[in-house]
């Protein structure tokens, strides 16, 4: 019994300064290790996790920009096109009615110029048949000749 | 045949040489000698794992030992003592391997069972004694320790009952720790040696072929008994000193 206890003792001694410490040490290493670099790779999943989720909400920013974008471009082009259509119309008016007006405007110089015609030659007429005397038929040649001029006159001109 | 002589033989210490010093003697016997030699595998064996591990090679003796040591503390100590078991591990790995090299000893050819003998065995439970004891008294100082002997909350007039009953208890838990690892090494030689005898007891050549085989397959439950009584020694151990560290 002595000697087991002292056998014992003594192994007991030797194996926990020589053999379980370095190996338990060691245990206590690799498990520290595998631990830390288990929670490494939980940290690297993490952040490459949340990277991708800012991405995400980037990509969200730029689409809903981009759509804005078109959005403002759109009604811009709409806007333009129908300014530029009322432009043209307003000019399109403005410029019949130029032209209305100077039509209107040739026509009454033409009427003027057509009523100073006429009474120049009726004066005319007029005179010559005063320089004749009352003979009928002369009377009647000359307004025939004033008549005449007149339709020369009238003609359209070449 | 005399089967007598042969159990004892087979069974009993043999004693090389007697030393007498008082009240005590020392004895150098064959269970000695095996023991030592069971020691000396440990020391040379595990110590080399420990020297390899501490310049941080990794072969197949390290891995091999660094599972019994991982089995040890994740399945024995750890469940049974919580983290204070750390401080207590070396004792309890050292406490398994002696007992399994002791144990497996005993099925080398011409060799002997140390954990047959009950000196062994009663050594070791006074180890493991001593170890529950100090355990209790290093956690809660001596006056706690002899305060969690007993239940919390105890009538002060049931002391005087309680504490010879609970000093009973912890002897009878160490005596039973003696006694059981003993009786099943030396179970097993006896159910070989019976088994065996049984040809020359019948003197006919046919016993032969059934003894042997069934003699084949004692020794096989054997060489589990081997791993499992080291266990259970070493399990009950941890839960004892468990309970002195972790005391109601």
Same mark, same amino acid.
């Given at each position: 019994?002595?000697?087991?206890?002292?056998?014992?003792?003594?192994?007991?001694?030797?194996?926990?300064?020589?053999?379980?410490?370095?190996?338990?040490?060691?245990?206590?290493?690799?498990?520290?290790?595998?631990?830390?670099? %288990?929670? *490494?790779?939980?940290? &690297?999943?993490?952040?490459? +996790?949340? !990277?991708? $989720?800012?991405?995400? =909400? #980037?990509?969200?920013?730029?689409?809903?920009?981009?759509?804005?974008?078109? %959005?403002? *471009?759109?009604?811009? &082009?709409?806007?333009?096109? +129908?300014? !530029?259509? $009322?432009?043209?119309? =307003? #000019?399109?008016?403005?410029?019949?009615?130029?032209?209305?007006?100077?039509? %209107?405007?040739?026509?009454?110089?033409?009427?003027?110029?057509?009523?100073?015609?006429?009474?120049?030659?009726?004066?005319?007429?007029?005179?010559?048949?005063?320089?004749?005397?009352?003979?009928?038929?002369?009377?009647?040649?000359?307004?025939?000749?004033?008549?005449?001029?007149?339709?020369?006159?009238?003609?359209?001109?070449? | 045949?005399?089967?007598?002589?042969?159990?004892?033989?087979?069974?009993?210490?043999?004693?090389?040489?007697?030393?007498?010093?008082?009240?005590?003697?020392?004895?150098?016997?064959?269970?000695?000698?095996?023991?030592?030699?069971?020691?000396?595998?440990?020391?040379?064996?595990?110590?080399?794992?420990?020297?390899?591990?501490?310049?941080?090679?990794?072969?197949?003796?390290?891995?091999?030992?660094?599972?019994?040591?991982?089995?040890?503390?994740?399945?024995?100590?750890?469940?049974?003592?919580?983290?204070?078991?750390?401080?207590?591990?070396?004792?309890?790995?050292?406490?398994?391997?002696?007992?399994?090299?002791?144990?497996?000893?005993?099925?080398?050819?011409?060799?002997?069972?140390?954990?047959?003998?009950?000196?062994?065995?009663?050594?070791?439970?006074?180890?493991?004694?001593?170890?529950?004891?100090?355990?209790?008294?290093?956690?809660?100082?001596?006056?706690?320790?002899?305060?969690?002997?007993?239940?919390?909350?105890?009538?002060?007039?049931?002391?005087?009952?309680?504490?010879?009953?609970?000093?009973?208890?912890?002897?009878?838990?160490?005596?039973?720790?003696?006694?059981?690892?003993?009786?099943?090494?030396?179970?097993?030689?006896?159910?070989?040696?019976?088994?065996?005898?049984?040809?020359?007891?019948?003197?006919?050549?046919?016993?032969?072929?059934?003894?042997?085989?069934?003699?084949?397959?004692?020794?096989?439950?054997?060489?589990?008994?081997?791993?499992?009584?080291?266990?259970?020694?070493?399990?009950?151990?941890?839960?004892?000193?468990?309970?002195?560290?972790?005391?109601?």
């Amino acid at each position: 019994m002595v000697w087991t206890v002292v056998t014992f003792a003594g192994l007991a001694f030797v194996l926990a300064r020589f053999a379980w410490k370095p190996i338990l040490a060691a245990l206590d290493a690799r498990e520290d290790s595998l631990r830390q670099s %288990a929670a *490494a790779a939980d940290k &690297a999943q993490k952040a490459a +996790e949340e !990277l991708r $989720r800012s991405y995400e =909400a #980037q990509l969200a920013g730029v689409e809903s920009k981009t759509r804005d974008l078109l %959005a403002h *471009a759109e009604s811009q &082009a709409r806007a333009l096109k +129908e300014d !530029l259509a $009322r432009t043209a119309h =307003a #000019q399109a008016e403005r410029i019949i009615d130029e032209s209305r007006k100077k039509w %209107a405007d040739e026509e009454q110089r033409l009427l003027r110029d057509l009523r100073a015609d006429v009474a120049r030659m009726s004066l005319l007429a007029t005179e010559k048949m005063l320089r004749r005397g009352l003979d009928k038929p002369f009377q009647d040649r000359l307004m025939q000749e004033a008549l005449g001029d007149f339709e020369k006159w009238a003609a359209p001109k070449p | 045949m005399n089967f007598v002589h042969t159990l004892e033989h087979h069974l009993l210490d043999h004693v090389y040489s007697h030393v007498s010093a008082g009240p005590l003697s020392f004895r150098f016997s064959k269970h000695l000698l095996v023991m030592w030699i069971a020691a000396a595998v440990a020391a040379a064996s595990f110590v080399a794992a420990g020297q390899m591990a501490r310049r941080g090679k990794r072969n197949r003796w390290v891995l091999f030992v660094e599972s019994l040591a991982v089995f040890v503390r994740d399945d024995i100590v750890l469940p049974n003592l919580g983290e204070e078991g750390r401080a207590y591990l070396p004792y309890f790995l050292s406490t398994f391997f002696f007992i399994l090299l002791m144990n497996l000893m005993g099925l080398v050819p011409g060799s002997a069972t140390p954990t047959g003998n009950i000196s062994v065995t009663a050594a070791l439970a006074v180890c493991t004694f001593f170890m529950i004891n100090v355990a209790g008294v290093r956690e809660h100082g001596f006056g706690g320790y002899v305060k969690s002997l007993v239940p919390h909350g105890m009538p002060v007039w049931l002391l005087p009952l309680m504490y010879p009953i609970e000093l009973l208890g912890l002897l009878t838990k160490t005596f039973a720790l003696c006694i059981r690892l003993f009786a099943n090494m030396i179970a097993g030689h006896i159910v070989i040696l019976a088994f065996l005898a049984l040809i020359f007891l019948f003197e006919k050549v046919w016993v032969a072929p059934l003894s042997v085989s069934a003699a084949l397959g004692i020794s096989l439950l054997e060489l589990f008994v081997a791993f499992l009584q080291a266990y259970i020694f070493t399990l009950l151990s941890a839960i004892f000193v468990g309970g002195a560290v972790h005391s109601h």
